[in-house]
């Protein structure tokens, strides 16, 4: 699914499924396969040159999976920063505060 949507003018809506399909295999323990699916995102971007703040959400997310310390609110939070990075793509990417985690 979400190869199918990374064609550029989708980098976006593929970044959010990537998210959503992050969140779904951490809640059902499926976690070693998180990193992969988000490097496959982060690479894609990449390629495309898309270098924004997007791109640096998605690869925060990518080392919190790769650390075991991703959240479902660390995932809501990017989720809702790449939807905004579209709209404004000036916008640097800050990670969460500890209160939100």
Do not use: N, W
Not at 8 to 28: G, Q, R
Not at 73 to 94: D, G, H, N
């Amino acid at each position: 699914m979400v190869a199918e949507l990374t064609s550029e003018a989708m980098l976006t809506d593929a970044a959010i499924a990537a998210v959503h399909l992050a969140e779904m295999l951490h809640a059902t323990d499926r976690t070693g396969e998180i990193p992969k699916l988000l490097a496959g995102v982060v690479q894609t971007f990449v390629a495309a040159g898309m270098l924004s703040g997007a791109l640096s959400a998605l690869a925060y997310l990518k080392e919190a999976s790769t650390a075991g310390t991703m959240t479902p609110a660390m995932c809501s939070y990017v989720r809702q920063f790449i939807a905004r990075a579209e709209r404004q793509p000036a916008l640097r990417f800050a990670p969460p505060p500890e209160s939100l985690l």
